[in-house]
T-cell receptor, first 115, second 109 residues
Framework: EAGVVQSPRYKIIEKKQPVAFWCNPI?????LYWYLQNLGQGPELLIR????????DSQLPKDRFSAERLKGVDSTLKIQPAELGDSAVYLC?????????????FGPGTRLTVL | GEDVEQSLFLSVREGDSSVINCTYT??????LYWYKQEPGAGLQLLTY?????DMKQDQRLTVLLNKKDKHLSLRIADTQTGDSAIYFC?????????FGKGTMLLVSP
């Protein structure tokens, strides 16, 4: 079974440019997460989707970040315009509730460098 | 709010046991997780434990949970050089995971 797929793996852009990241979750997983991981830190949740509905976007900086999951499968996270401080790894994860748990499985991440 | 603390670094010799410790603050945590992250990679799920358990063993991995002290540990038996990575503890509250900053494990031959 394929894991969580993310692209691109690496992206280098100049500040003020837009950038988009794509995620394909594990087949059958209804819940999708976007996390931000700064250097030397653990992942921090940006947004969580249940199917196509964003149920927790309280940590998403909505002035420049947006996300969508139109058909409840793939998702895109966008930054416009990017700032130097956005340089980080953006991780996507997915889960499916079975029994009492919904264990999250992570993709390889997209490493963003803003110059 | 939730907070998860881990020691930042652990160095062991190949063949020794490694013990990585974690403390958390959310008493309503339902599950606690251990993830492994190798350089340039995402997080790989290693194991998890339900909050009403006090121990779980999975091959070389042993997880101990002291719910009273909100202390979680991961023991890796017969540590190998391939175990060198960053290990993240995470606790699950109502719907989200809160991660620690990770413990870098360095295994020397």
């Amino acid at each position: 079974e394929a894991g969580v797929v993310q692209s691109p793996r690496y992206k280098i852009i100049e500040k003020k440019q837009p950038v988009a990241f794509w995620c394909n979750p594990i087949s059958g997983h209804n819940t999708l997460y976007w996390y931000l991981q700064n250097l030397g830190q653990g992942p921090e949740l940006l947004i969580r989707y249940e199917n196509e509905e964003a149920v927790d976007d309280s940590q998403l900086p909505k002035d420049r970040f947006s996300a969508e999951r139109l058909k409840g499968v793939d998702s895109t996270l966008k930054i416009q315009p990017a700032e130097l401080g956005d340089s980080a790894v953006y991780l996507c994860a997915s889960s499916q509730r079975t029994g009492g748990t919904d264990t999250q499985y992570f993709g390889p991440g997209t490493r963003l460098t803003v110059l | 709010g939730e907070d998860v603390e881990q020691s930042l670094f652990l160095s062991v010799r190949e063949g020794d046991s490694s013990v990585i410790n974690c403390t958390y603050t959310d008493s309503s945590s339902t599950y606690l997780y251990w993830y492994k992250q190798e350089p340039g990679a995402g997080l790989q799920l290693l194991t998890y434990i339900f909050s009403n358990m006090d121990m779980k063993q999975d091959q070389r991995l042993t997880v101990l949970l002291n719910k009273k002290d909100k202390h979680l540990s991961l023991r890796i038996a017969d540590t190998q050089t391939g175990d060198s990575a960053i290990y993240f503890c995470a606790e699950k509250g109502y719907s989200t995971l809160t991660f620690g900053k990770g413990t870098m494990l360095l295994v020397s031959p």
